[in-house]
Each structure stands twice: as C-alpha cells, then as structure tokens.
C-alpha cells in the first residue's frame, strides 16, 4: 500500500502491444487542467396529441446549481414555455431536491409547442484530490441510506452483486481504494450498446452490455454494496468536442448530444463527486448539464415526461419529437494527460489523488502471432470471416426514438430515453479518418462494411486498406470497388455499407490494419461510432486534416466496421 500522486486504473490504457511491442503495456492518464464554458442550452419539444386524448401532462426538471471539488454548473435565465398554454401548471421540489414542473391540458389541442432555454456557466478543474476516508465507511448521516437501498434497476442485495463488491474491495482500507477497484471493473467488464435489453445492474452483469444507464445501475449496485452512498444523476451532454494533449499527440473526447446518465459518489471529506463509469472517475467534463437525481432512472424520469389518458376506442396516440442544442458562447480548455504504469486496458480518465492505495499493474495481452513465410502458403482459407465493432441501433430514426408504455387503464405515459445518436460527418469539414482493425488470424479479404447513413448530395464512396505503421496508417494495401451514392438508402437511420475489396483479393495476416473512407463529389455522410472502444485500441480511431501527412489526431471512440472475408480452421 501507499500514498501517491495518482490513481490506481484511473485514466487511458493504451493497447500499444498489438502495435509494435512484445507485450501490452498500461498507458494509464490522470489529467490536470481546467475546462470552463458559457453555454446556451435550447430543449424544444413539439407533442401530436392524436385523437380520443381526455387530458395530458407534460413535466421538466429545473436544472439546479450545483458545487463539487471538480464539476461546477451556475444556472442562469431559465425560461419554459408552453403554446397554448396549459390550463394548469404547478411547480414542485421532491424529496431529492428536483424542482419539477407540471403541465397539465385537461382540453387538449392538436399540437403542442415546448420551448425550454437556459444559460449554464460550466466549470471542470482538475486539481489533485486529497481524501482520507476510510472503507467500510462509518457512521453515515440518515439522510445518505436511501442512496444505500437496493432497487428494481439498482439490485445491490443481488447475490452475485454482493459476491463480486466483496470480492472487488477484499482488504481495502480506503473508500477511493475500494471505488476506483469497482469502476476499473465496470470499464473493463462492460461494453457499450445502444439499445440494450435491459437496463438493470444484474442484466449489465451477465451479458456484459449496456448504455448508460446500464453502466451508472451496475456501478451504483457494486459501490451501495460495499456501503458507498451512490445516486443516479440525470441530464443532458452536449457535442462539443475537447481535446486533452498526451505524450502522443492529441486525444478528442466527443460525446453524443442527448440524454445521458451518470452518477455521483458520496466521500465524507469531499461531498457529492460526479462520475461517469463509461470513461472518467472523480469528475465529469463541462460538456455535462446536470438536471436530476434519484436512487434509480425509474425515479428519475420527470424531466420531459409525457403521460395522459385517452378514450378506450382512441385510433391513435400522442407523438412528440424533441431537438436539443447548444451554443458556446465561451469555451476555455486546458487539459493534458500524464502517463502511469498501471491501470485498466479500456479508456477511463481522473484527477491526480492523494490516497492510500494499491497499484495493480495491467496482465499483459500478447499480440497477434507472428506465422513464418514457409507456413503462409500452406493455409487454407475455408472457414467464413466475421470481425469488428458490429452492434450499434441499425435503421432507428433519431428523430422519434420515445417508446409509449403503459400507466393504467387507458392511461399511458412516455418517458425521455437515452438513445443518441453518435455519429460524424465524415465527407466534410476537410478531414479523412480511420479505424484500425486488429486481426488475430489471417484472413482472405472479400469486404469491408462501415455503418453510414446518407443525407444527401452526390458522388462515389471507397475504402482504402492501410498497413499500421508505428500505431498509425501507413502504406497503402488496397482500394475498394466505388460505390455511388445513389445506392445508399436516403431513409432515416444508419445501415451497413459494404465495400468490394475481391478484385485484389487481399490476404491479410494476424496484425493491425487502417480502415479509411474516401469520397469524391458533395456527398453527406455520417459513420456511426460508439463510445469508448469496444473492439480495438484506445487509440485505434485516428483523424487528420486532408492536406497533412501525419495522423497525430485520435479520437476516444470507435467507428462501427465489421470486416468479412474467408480464415483458417
């Protein structure tokens, strides 16, 4: 045990071993710097009430102040409109301090407008933690227990939850010991899908997945089993890229811009401190708008709740589609990252602490083999071929994603989701990107699909085939046959695009390839990514200016790619 500057699994763990070394090896972050922001945040909703509907309530959250020792947000010139107006509207403050407003249109019209706007002052700073609080924690405050309590969603008296909080936080003497092992954990163990299953701990457990919701569940479970008060905090990212500068270039960090779910960990000697389990401890960026909380996202489902009561021959029911944006009006960040010797293998990122801890170094991953010349002509490619990062929400307009469920009799309601759309327009702004692939077999290429969805224009799309040079593109191995832009689907919603690579029937043996979409023409074409890196290397995605050489960029999520062909038995 010790006391250091540093985390434990806390920052990026670089897969470079798959690159150009022997064996992996942690490339594990803390971060320092600072990030500020004034931000217009708009949220517009329009409702189709249908027919039959007898009475309609529409709600919303008050974003709050809120004061951390790494997140800050001050809310300023909040507005809620409604049009018409309803013929009742009532504010409340819940038993966790969400201020809620209700709306109520017991006449209904046919359509209904919503328009919500704010200014939010949004600070993150990143100074180096000091915590002495011990594990178990002692002596808690009544208020904290329900933040103990298991949940339909938040199963922390699970068998197999307790099982693996005990197992995880064996012999910890510090709660930032025994949180940082259980966050390691989730990052590692789960893999982000959108839309899951499931939303609960217990699904996230066994089958490895989830969204966000997912992530916060499990991470809540582990932690309120250990006896670490836990809530679920709900709100809004916005797609604001940042950059954190590291030994290699440049790191981007994007988040879809929508709905998100993270959590805060209650520390005796520093309060309520924001974590999002999908990649960062101890902090959330300036990118976050923090609106509720609660024990569990069933609790937390009032802002952008939609419920009503309708006849029981009613032919239709409501719909409602929502736009959220935001505007920086300033935008200050600062942040660079600095190696550790230790750490999980997926992408997690923190502050510098002052803690006593245990270091637990990352196993080594070997890379892909190595197979001799005189072998290579000896394999028989008999044996289909299927690899990459394939799950993502495939034809799903964005636009109308809500799910209407039932409240009663003929009574019905709609709550926000957190579907989002993440995405990048990949034929504009004068920048080429690539996804690498990591092959552990050889395989005899046929194609190569990228999950794309097509706005318009006009033109050709190809995939160029890259050997890795150094954790980069490098040679060029082979270009696809051209596809027309006419034969991508103009429908709402993302769908695989396959490229031709069988005129140069490509043989590819176990190592990592760059994977690059070229284009001619106007085409506007987006190319689905999902958060963190499900497949590859943390630094697997990279992106350059047209007109550079060097691919220094990286950015901290993975394109979804699937590539196909024939391998070995």
């Known amino acids: 045990m010790r006391k250091a500057r540093g985390i434990f699994a806390m920052g990026i763990l670089l897969f470079y071993g798959l690159f150009h070394a022997p064996l992996a090896t942690a490339e594990n972050y803390t971060v320092e710097g600072s990030m500020g922001s004034t931000i217009r945040y708009e949220l517009q909703e329009q409702v189709t009430t249908g027919d039959g509907v007898k009475k309609l309530v529409l709600s919303f959250v008050v974003p709050q102040d809120f004061s951390s020792p790494t997140y800050s947000q001050k809310v ?36 209904i407008d919503v328009r919500l706007s704010l200014n939010a002052l ?3 700073k990143l100074p180096v933690l000091q915590t002495r609080a011990p594990f178990p924690l002692q002596d808690l405050d009544r208020g904290l227990r329900d933040y103990l309590t298991s949940t339909e969603q938040v199963q922390a008296d699970h068998p197999r939850i307790r099982e693996l909080s005990s197992r995880l936080t064996r012999d910890v003497k510090t709660e930032f010991d025994a949180v940082q092992r259980v966050i390691s954990w989730v990052v590692d163990h789960v893999h982000y899908v959108t839309p899951p299953v499931q939303y609960d701990a217990v699904y996230s457990l066994d089958s490895g997945k ?4 997912n992530f916060s569940h499990l991470t809540a479970a582990l932690l309120r089993a ?21 030994q290699k270039g440049v790191l981007t960090f994007k988040m879809g811009q929508g709905r998100h779910s993270w959590i805060e960990v209650w520390f005796p000697d520093l309060g309520w401190v924001p974590f999002d389990p999908q990649n960062t401890q101890l902090f959330v960026s300036n990118r976050f708008l923090r609106i509720e909380t609660g024990v569990d996202n069933n609790e937390t489902k009032n802002d952008g709740l939609l419920q009503w009561t309708q006849l029981k021959d009613a032919r239709s029911k409501p719909k409602l589609q929502e736009n959220i944006s935001a505007n920086f009006d300033s935008d200050n960040v600062k942040v660079r990252g600095d190696r550790q010797s230790y750490g999980p293998q997926n992408l997690l990122l923190s502050p510098g602490v002052n803690a006593e801890f245990k270091q637990i170094a990352l196993k080594p991953t070997p890379p892909p083999p190595v197979i001799p010349d005189e072998e290579k002509r000896k394999l028989r490619y008999e044996v289909p071929f299927l690899f990459g990062n394939l799950e993502f929400p495939e034809d799903v307009d964005f636009a109308f994603p809500r799910v209407t469920t039932a409240a009663g009799i003929n009574q019905f309601e709609m709550k926000r989701n957190f579907l989002v759309e993440t995405a990048e327009y990949v034929t504009t702004k004068a920048t080429q990107y690539a996804q690498v692939a990591v092959l552990q077999k050889p395989v005899k290429l046929q194609k190569v699909g990228l999950a794309l969805h097509n706005f318009g224009g006009d033109g050709w799309l190809w995939a160029d085939l890259f ?6 593109p490098g040679q060029l191995i082979a270009t696809s046959s051209m596809v027309s832009l006419d034969q991508l689907s103009p429908k709402p919603g993302y769908r695989w695009t396959d490229f031709d690579f069988s005129k140069d029937k490509p043989v590819l043996m176990p190592g990592a390839y760059w994977i690059a979409l070229g284009f001619s023409g106007s085409p506007v074409v987006n190319w689905f990514y999902t958060y963190g890196k499900p497949v590859g290397p943390v630094d697997g995605t990279r992106y350059k200016g047209i007109f550079e050489e060097d691919w220094s ?5 993975e394109f979804n790619y699937r590539v196909v062909g024939m391998t070995v038995k």
């Open 122 to 124: 949004n600070e993150t």
């Open 210 to 213: 989830g969204n966000c919701q």
């Open 467 to 472: 050997a890795d040079n150094q954790g980069k």
């Open 553 to 557: 960029g990286a950015l901290s999520y």
């Open 76 to 111: 300023k010139d909040f507005d809620l409109r409604f049009s018409p107006a309803p013929q009742e509207k009532k504010t409340r403050t819940d038993g966790r301090g969400n201020q809620i407003v209700t709306a109520t249109w017991t006449t209904t019209p046919a359509v």
């Open 226 to 246: 250990g006896g670490i008060p836990t809530r679920i905090v709900n709100g809004v990212t916005m797609n604001q890229p940042f950059d954190i500068a590291w």
